[in-house]
């Protein structure tokens, strides 16, 4: 699926630009991470922290009030969970530090990056240093949606596991790919498509 910018969009925008880099290009806001459906860069800004603060755009544009419990889309989200920590890993501040990956759901914002119409993650190093009470607001727990969350929600709604193995977890929620595919009794398949792009080398 080829990325179709929408016109005046800031995150669009620097997806085309992330699109467009060599490898040895400069690029402001500085882009770190690339593939086929994501792109990142560090938040140099306006950081929550000051051990690290990353922003990472979905190509497709995806309106941030339509984040759906798509089954299909967990192989995504969980790339997505794994890229920030890879990134935020590259030079730890300690040995081993504590990551805060997810989404602010609209209504509330990020007063300083206050895009709602394009999907975007953030993802950041404990502690929040640099957040200050005002956009405490926007990464606080009623507007706060993390990555892990949603992605044990989406198992739980897709599966019929729900057998605990210990007092807080249960088998499905260390499965990435669990409940990928929906359908009836009858056979008819219910999943929603994902909004990660097609590989077409591996369709068969």
């Known amino acids: 699926m080829a990325f179709a910018p929408k016109p005046g969009c800031p995150m669009c925008s620097i997806v085309a630009s992330a699109n467009h880099l060599s490898e040895d290009s400069a690029a402001s806001p500085q882009i770190i991470w690339r593939d086929e459906n994501l792109t990142a860069y560090r938040e140099t800004a306006s950081p929550v922290s000051s051990l ?25 989200l969980a790339s997505l969970r794994d890229v920030s920590q890879r990134l935020l890993s590259a030079a730890p501040p300690h040995p081993t530090p504590s990551f805060r990956i997810g989404f602010i759901t609209p209504p509330f914002r990020d007063i300083r990056i206050p895009v709602t119409d394009h999907l975007h993650a953030h993802a950041y190093i404990l502690p929040a240093d640099r957040m200050g009470w005002v956009r405490s607001v926007g990464f606080g ?36 790919s669990a409940g990928a595919r929906v359908g009836t009794a009858d056979g008819t398949e219910t999943t929603k498509p994902s909004i990660a792009t097609v590989d077409l080398e591996h369709v068969q």
């Open 52 to 76: 690290g603060h990353i922003i990472i755009v979905f190509k497709q544009v995806v309106d941030s009030e339509n984040l759906e419990d798509t089954p299909s889309d967990l192989p995504l």
């Open 141 to 176: 727990s009623l507007a706060w949606y993390a990555i892990d969350d949603l992605m044990a929600e989406i198992r739980e709604e897709s599966s019929n596991n729900r057998v605990r193995s210990g007092p807080t977890s249960r088998p499905i929620d260390s499965v990435p």
